[in-house]
């Protein structure tokens, strides 16, 4: 019978894999000042996936001249959430791994999407979407896949 340190280890190899995933795809941004990613994954599956940028139909550049990000950039976050609504895929309790802590505006989404779990790779200077998910009793966990470099738990 498996024990619970060795089931809390495969989840943690579960949760920096699903980190350095979105890591890569955050590659996939025309973003200049910051590149994110985000996969949102049920039951060992990715069902969906986003990185920030323009929304569809649009130039894809998300910084003015002034290299300000220009106020219609969606969030990795939003852009994954919102690619769910498109399909068949339902989000109830599953996972947001993402690359940066989410915004206020994200915390909102990933709330009503029914995620129960976000790990994110990256803290930012404003905590308030990380209070406001910790608040709906969602799980959220700060990994930084950098950090565990190459010890992956046995």
Same mark, same amino acid.
């Given at each position: ?42 039951? #060992?599956? %990715? =069902?969906?996936? !986003? ?12 910084? &003015? ?42 915390? #909102?989404? %990933? =709330?009503?999407? !029914? ?12 905590? &308030? ?26």
């Amino acid at each position: 019978m498996p024990t619970n340190e060795t089931n809390e280890s495969k989840q943690l190899n579960l949760d920096l894999r699903y980190l350095r995933m979105a890591r890569i795809w955050a590659e996939n941004s025309y973003c200049q000042r910051r590149k994110v990613g985000a996969l949102v994954v049920k039951e #060992k599956m %990715i =069902i969906s996936d !986003g990185y920030n940028g323009t929304p569809s139909g649009f130039e894809n550049v998300c910084e &003015d001249e002034t290299n300000t990000t220009k106020p219609y950039v969606l969030h990795a976050e939003a852009n994954a959430i919102t690619k769910l609504a498109r399909s068949s895929n339902n989000s109830e309790g599953a996972t947001l791994y993402v690359t940066a802590s989410p915004c206020i505006e994200c915390a #909102k989404l %990933i =709330i009503q999407a !029914g995620i129960k779990r976000v790990i994110y790779a990256e803290q930012y200077r404003l905590t &308030d979407g990380i209070d406001l998910l910790r608040r709906a009793n969602i799980e959220v966990t700060y990994l930084n896949p950098d950090d565990y470099e190459h010890k992956e738990t046995k």
